[in-house]
């Protein structure tokens, strides 16, 4: 692990939890609802054609944080089963997400998320009508170290968010091990390799790349590219880009 100084406090983020991990590392939660640093819808379609053949998908989401890409994620199958009735996707449900910090883990089971104008914006843009996944929440969810948490605008996840995600707590180093696959895995990975050295990104990648067999997807974020080009890691462990931070097993 390694300290990180690029973990800016983000000022439209659900979350902006800054902690220190046991080994005493700067750690940030950062997320946000729809993050931009992946084209969602296109992802979306991908993955339900895709998977087309399959019964059952499983998504195993690493480093969930407050639950806004869990929430993402259910949004966005949604959104995108056009012509085929909602059941069409309940193969890809429940995700299952996992946490390291029991502070943000508990937000994450809460079901509130805090929201700011940007993400009020993306859910527009992505949702025909953000009601269909969210009420407004009278109660604030107050995160522990999360400066911009008292002026947020709380939204309560809906039934058809909460009951298609399982949050837990799980090291990635080592649920990684766990990973059943037959070809009908996505494993999401996003912003957290960043925060690592690359011997422990190698150990990581080499992990993921003998649990997934052909076919299924891994997928990182942004953040993960602040100190190494790791496409090009991802790309030596047998997987291909088929899209901006999303591989394919080869
Ligand atoms: C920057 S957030 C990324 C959130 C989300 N994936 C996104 O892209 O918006 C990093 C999260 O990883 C969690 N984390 C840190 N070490 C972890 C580990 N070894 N296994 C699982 N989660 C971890 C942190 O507690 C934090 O919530």
């Not at 939890?17 to 379609?45: E, H, P, Q, V």
């Not at 969930?64 to 012509?83: F, M, P, Q, R, V």
């Not at 890809?92 to 993400?119: C, Q, V, W």
């Not at 914006?121 to 109660?139: A, G, V």
Request: contains cysteine; hydrophobic residues 35%.
């Amino acid at each position: 692990m390694r300290v990180n100084s690029l973990n800016r406090t983000i000022s439209f983020g659900t979350t902006s939890r800054l902690y220190k991990t046991k080994s005493g590392d700067d750690m940030g939660c950062n997320s946000w609802l729809f993050r931009n640093d992946i084209d969602w819808n296109k992802l979306a379609k991908y993955e339900i054609e895709h998977f087309k053949d399959k019964d059952k998908v499983n998504i195993v989401m690493f480093a969930a944080s407050d639950g806004s890409e869990a929430y993402t994620k259910i949004i966005s199958l949604h959104e995108n089963c056009t012509g085929r009735s909602r059941d069409a996707v309940a193969k890809f449900f429940p995700i299952k997400a996992y946490d390291t910090d029991s502070e943000i883990l508990k937000a994450a089971k809460s079901g509130r998320i805090n929201s700011f104008m940007h993400d009020r914006i993306e859910l527009d843009l992505h949702c025909k009508n953000y009601e269909d996944y969210f009420t407004e929440s009278k109660n604030g969810l107050i995160i522990p170290n999360d400066k911009d948490c008292h002026t947020s605008q709380p939204l309560f996840a809906k039934k058809i968010l909460t009951e298609n995600v399982d949050f837990s707590y799980g090291d990635m180093f080592e649920k990684v091990y766990e990973i059943k696959d037959d070809s009908n895995t996505i494993v999401m990975c996003r912003n957290i390799l960043g925060y690592f050295w690359i011997q422990e990104i190698e150990k990581f990648l080499q992990a993921v790349s003998k649990a997934l067999k052909p076919e299924s997807l891994f997928v990182i974020g942004n953040h993960d590219f602040v100190l190494y080009n790791i496409k090009e890691y991802v790309e030596r462990y047998c997987f291909r880009e088929v899209m901006k931070n999303v591989f394919k097993k080869i």
